[in-house]
């Protein structure tokens, strides 16, 4: 190629990559198209409500909430973690009650959010569709000078959630089981079979209940996860691999996500270990591949608690199914409401 042709080619290249490299003139207003509107993305939760078991019925007694108490931890020094009691209208101190501890505690007992875990309590155990059970309703620790977590503020920017509820180790599991159950059990007549223990929560909430069951099976065994955030987070995308090299352990797990749920798209590219439905679906596969007892629920929805919050209810039934039954056809008191207690 002549030298001249050369400097030719070369000065028509760069200026392509220069006119390239710079924003398109823009029309004026006046010269500019009038643009059609664009659809508004359909909202995929909006046919996810929840239904009468979640709200209040007539004649239903009611339990009661008790708290906020406070529990410094010692698996996180310097952190406290606030906490309220569900007891049931049924509950009698000389029979042992089972437990249901949740995560992220100030929204499953927001009696205006999506989930209103006290109201499934009291209807489905005076139905007998539950067992008489205590509740507990636990925020993620933070430091007395750090805010308390809302329902618009879970805490992931100014408390320990990050770190507790997201990082595979057994911290979190310590705080539940050594430092809240110790406390607990001074207080309330809670059984000691594990199968009569559950915990469960959202989001990074619904990983930290797998990984205290996980830890500590011979002290909880239910599992209810609602858009479990089994991501890489912190690492949290590993435990279908760990479920599918470990001995199998005696859990029952119930799963729920959506397919709108944070799909892995980050920082223009796709990323599988950030898409939390793919993961809730591998996490799925390895439970059901080893055996476990397992149910899940996969819908439409986004990254919340709208879906889990209108099947809370169903979830529960499933989880707490064996709670035991009488057959006996004379057996009034199987067959009647459960009834409050007489003080």
């Known amino acids: ?13 760069a200026f392509s990559f220069q006119a390239a490299s710079q924003p398109p003139q823009q029309p004026s207003p006046a010269q500019a198209p009038a643009q059609p509107a664009q659809p508004a993305a359909p909202n995929t939760d909006a046919f996810y409500k ?11 007694p009611k339990g009661e909430v008790r708290g906020p108490f406070t529990l410094p931890s010692q698996a996180y020094p310097g952190t406290q973690h606030t906490y309220w009691v569900y007891v049931p209208a049924q509950y009698d101190p000389k029979t042992p009650a089972s437990l249901m501890v949740l995560n992220d505690g100030q929204a499953f007992k927001n009696m205006d959010g999506d989930v209103r875990a006290p109201n499934v309590f009291d209807n489905l155990i005076y139905r007998r569709e539950i067992p008489v059970m205590i509740g507990v309703f636990i925020n993620p620790g933070r430091t007395p000078e750090q805010p308390e977590p809302t329902p618009s503020n879970w805490g992931d920017r100014d408390t320990n959630r990050p770190t507790e509820y997201n990082t595979l180790d057994d911290k979190y599991a310590r705080v539940i089981v050594d430092e809240l159950l110790p406390v607990l059990t001074k207080d309330y007549n809670i059984a000691t079979d594990p199968e009569r223990r559950g915990i469960g ?30 991501t890489n987070i912190r690492g949290g995308h590993a435990y279908p691999d760990i479920v599918a090299r470990s001995e199998k352990k005696p859990l029952r797990v119930y799963l729920q996500d959506g397919r709108n749920d ?6 223009g590219g796709y990323d599988e270990t950030w898409d939390w439905f793919l993961q809730n679906v591998r996490l799925m596969r390895a439970l059901s591949e080893k055996g476990y007892d397992l149910n899940y629920t996969w819908g439409i929805g986004r990254h919340g608690q709208k879906q889990g919050g209108a099947i809370f209810p169903d979830m529960m039934r499933w989880l707490w199914r064996d709670h035991g039954v009488s057959t006996d056809p004379n057996d009034t008191v199987e067959r009647s409401f459960n009834d409050a207690v007489k003080k």
């Not at 190629?1 to 290249?13: F, H, I």
């Not at 996980?214 to 065994?221: A, L």
């Not at 944070?262 to 920082?267: H, L, Q, S, T």
């Open 262 to 267: 944070n799909r892995g798209v980050r920082r």
């Open 1 to 13: 190629m002549k030298p001249a042709l050369v400097v030719a080619v070369a000065a028509l290249a």
């Open 201 to 230: 929560g959202a989001s990074s909430g619904a990983i930290a209940a797998f990984t205290v069951a996980w830890e500590r099976p011979n002290e909880f065994r239910k599992v209810l996860s609602i858009v479990g955030s089994f």
């Open 50 to 60: 929840i239904g009468p078991d979640s709200l209040p019925q007539d004649g239903v």
